[in-house]
C-alpha cells in the first residue's frame, strides 16, 4: 500500500513538471500552420485567428481597454520559453480586457501568450509610425526570471585545501 502511494505521488509530481503552460482547450484552437511572420506582414488577413507567440516585454501599461503590452517576439523552446538569442520577427501589442499589475508584467520579463488577432495598430515608435499587430490575450503565463550564475574564486588558487592539510610536516604543532 505504501509502495503504492509513493508510486501515485512521484508520477503525479512527474506529470506536473511536464504539464503545459497554456490550457490544452486553447492549444486545440491554435493555428498550428499560421506563423507570427505572416501575422506581422498582414495581420488584417490574420483576424479571428487564434496564434501563440513567446516573447520579451518591452512594456506595459492600464488603459481603458485593459492592460496593453508591448513585446519583442522571440523564438520559443520545447517549453515555449523564448530563446536567449538575438533574432525576432517584429514586436506586437497584447491586450488583456482585465487588470494586470504593471509592476509584475513589467520590463525584461518572459511571456508566452496565446490570443486572438484582432488586427493591427498604429504608434509612434521612436520617430517612426510602427504597425503593431494586435492580439487579444486570452491566456499568458510569465516565466520566472533565469537564475545568473556566478563563479566562486577560491582563496586558494592551486589547491583545494591550504598546503598545510597536504604537508603537516610544515607546521609543527
Known amino acids: 500500500m505504501k509502495k503504492n502511494f509513493c508510486a501515485i505521488i512521484l508520477f503525479l509530481f512527474i506529470a506536473s513538471a511536464c504539464a503545459p503552460v497554456i490550457s490544452r482547450e486553447l492549444r486545440k484552437n491554435v493555428s498550428n500552420e499560421l506563423t507570427f511572420k505572416e501575422v506581422i506582414k498582414k495581420p488584417d488577413a490574420h483576424k479571428g485567428k487564434i496564434i501563440l507567440v513567446s516573447g520579451v516585454i518591452l512594456g506595459s501599461k ?82 520566472r526570471p533565469k537564475k545568473e550564475e556566478r563563479s566562486y574564486a577560491s582563496p586558494y588558487p592551486h589547491w583545494y585545501y591550504p598546503p598545510w592539510y597536504y604537508y603537516p610536516y610544515w607546521y609543527p604543532w
Open 62 to 143: 492600464n488603459t481603458k481597454e485593459g492592460t496593453l503590452i508591448e513585446m519583442l517576439q522571440k523564438p520559443a523552446d520545447m517549453s515555449g520559453r523564448p530563446k536567449d538569442v538575438d533574432e525576432s520577427d517584429g514586436r506586437f501589442l497584447a491586450i488583456n480586457d482585465g487588470y494586470l499589475d504593471t509592476a509584475i508584467y513589467t520590463r525584461g520579463r518572459e511571456a508566452l501568450i496565446a490570443g486572438e488577432v484582432k488586427g493591427k495598430r498604429t504608434l509612434p515608435l521612436d520617430e517612426i509610425e510602427y504597425h503593431y499587430p494586435l492580439i487579444m490575450i486570452r491566456e499568458i503565463h510569465l516565466f
